[in-house]
């Protein structure tokens, strides 16, 4: 892409992000006042630009370097989807909660557009340590003097043994330990000394790592705002220690949550930026990040309906899977074959209710997914229980099924701490209304009732 039909603020911005340069530098290099160019931040697609600057924009849009030209295409459509007046679209009966209707309106100045500063800018605004100070609540960690490798590998296994823990029983057993540990991490990334610059880059990664975990135990518990920040956090170390595939993990956890709550413009936008920050042509992808990225994009495409692409997206990531090697890094250990295979089942499951026939191929998934599960992922395992019930109750066939399904969802259930869970649990009780005169379904409702009655 050599030109823009028509520059905004917006696509202005887009190239000043995609080049990496400050507001100051781009208004230098273009030859206006930084007033100028802070007001084409603030006021997006509304601010007009005059012929001459349009020209001048055209001409360093077309001199720039091609990766620099297919980041200002991504961060285009990023900024686009994050602008005012675009929400995720409805949810439809029965197949997936839609707990979003519960949740305040964001801030202002989006989530989407937040991260894209960030990670455009390489975490430099606003600084790691005020996002360390921002954290609520605030614990007094006293840090070491001196931060070496060996601490660094100690943090590391921490953190492992706290996403096992979220990973088999739920974010309510270890959130607040997990937070109070980030603090201590943060501070010694903030005050202590290094023995050298490659461990302080260590410390950092460990730190962006940890944050995301510590983000996803808040999303499973509903703590959003909170969940939000964390990952923030994990972005603004894992852009200051230049760990491109981390910064995307992060970007695919925000998409993710955004998913659950029913944002899928949001969730689409946020994928398309991990792809495009690490996506790079001197920076080799891991296939089994490109994985997750396709397999988030099919339950983008499948949230609003769009039947073929979601089919592309979804026969890219099992592509991309299947062409993996190697050991993955502890952030992307958890995508193995079932979990692959049940982003796909999911995103059927929900592409279903816009286009019946595919709920075939989401039992078909899901079952599969199931059957590979291991202790270690009950929860995974306990929400491929509950789409797959909702799968069954949803199109009518196999009740009985359905209903075996759901006691071992229930079961699952009793035995974390997940309130996200319990949201997609709750998307089960209407769907029996419709089959209250088939046999078992009456006592399945009960049952049912009696656990989000405990919970």
Not at 191 to 202: D, G, I, L, Y
Not at 380 to 400: F, K, M, Q, V, W
Request: aromatic share 6%; net charge negative; charged share 20%.
């Amino acid at each position: 892409m050599s030109t823009t039909a028509g520059w905004t603020g917006r696509e202005a911005r887009a190239l000043r992000l995609a080049k990496r340069m400050s507001i100051r530098a781009f208004a230098a290099r273009l030859g206006v006042t930084t007033a100028t160019v802070s007001n084409w931040d603030q006021r997006g697609p509304l601010a007009r630009l005059r012929t001459e600057t349009q020209q001048l924009l055209d001409i360093d849009l077309a001199q720039a370097p091609a990766e620099v030209q297919d980041r200002f295409t991504a961060l285009t459509l990023a900024l686009d989807l994050s602008g005012p007046g675009v929400h995720g679209a409805k949810a439809g009966p029965g197949l997936v909660a839609g707990p979003a209707a519960r949740y305040p309106p964001e801030p202002e100045r989006g989530l989407l557009a937040q991260v894209t500063d960030l990670v455009a800018c390489g975490g430099a605004s606003p600084a790691l340590r005020q996002r360390v100070h921002d954290l609520d609540p605030m614990l007094r960690p006293d840090p070491p003097r001196r931060i070496g490798t060996e601490d660094v590998t100690r943090i590391q296994a921490t953190t492992s043994v706290f996403r096992d823990w979220d990973n088999r029983w739920g974010g309510g057993l270890s959130r607040t330990a997990v937070i109070a540990q980030l603090q201590w991490v943060a501070a010694c990334a903030t005050h202590s000394h290094f023995a050298s610059m490659a461990v302080k880059n260590e410390l950092l990664t460990a730190l962006a790592d940890l944050a995301g975990v510590a983000a996803f135990l808040c999303y499973d518990v509903k703590y959003h705002a909170q969940a939000r920040a964390l990952w923030l956090l994990g972005l603004s170390a894992a852009s200051e220690s230049q760990n491109i595939d981390l910064v995307g993990t992060i970007l695919r956890q925000l998409t993710h949550q955004a998913l659950h709550l029913d944002r899928p413009d949001e969730a689409l936008g946020l994928v398309r930026l991990a792809y495009a920050t690490t996506v790079r042509p001197a920076h080799h992808v891991p296939e089994l990040a490109l994985a997750e990225i396709a397999a988030y994009e099919g339950w983008c495409h499948a949230a609003t309906g769009r039947v073929q692409p979601c089919h592309r997206a979804l026969g890219r990531a099992q592509e991309h899977f299947d062409n993996t090697d190697g050991d993955p890094p502890p952030w992307l250990a958890h995508l193995d074959g079932p979990e692959v295979t049940a982003l796909r089942g999911h995103s059927y499951h929900v592409l279903a209710r816009h286009e019946p026939a595919v709920a075939d191929r989401a039992t078909e998934l899901l079952q599969a997914a199931i059957a590979g599960r291991t202790g270690d992922y009950a929860r995974s395992r306990t929400l491929n229980l509950i789409a797959l019930c909702a799968t069954y109750l949803h199109h009518g066939e196999h009740i009985d099924e359905g209903i075996a399904v759901g006691e071992q969802a229930l079961e699952g259930v009793s035995t974390l701490t997940s309130p996200r869970t319990l949201d997609r649990l709750r998307a089960l009780h209407p769907l029996t209304l419709r089959h209250l005169d088939t046999p078992g379904v009456p006592e399945f409702r009960d049952r049912l009732d009696q656990v989000l009655a405990d919970a």
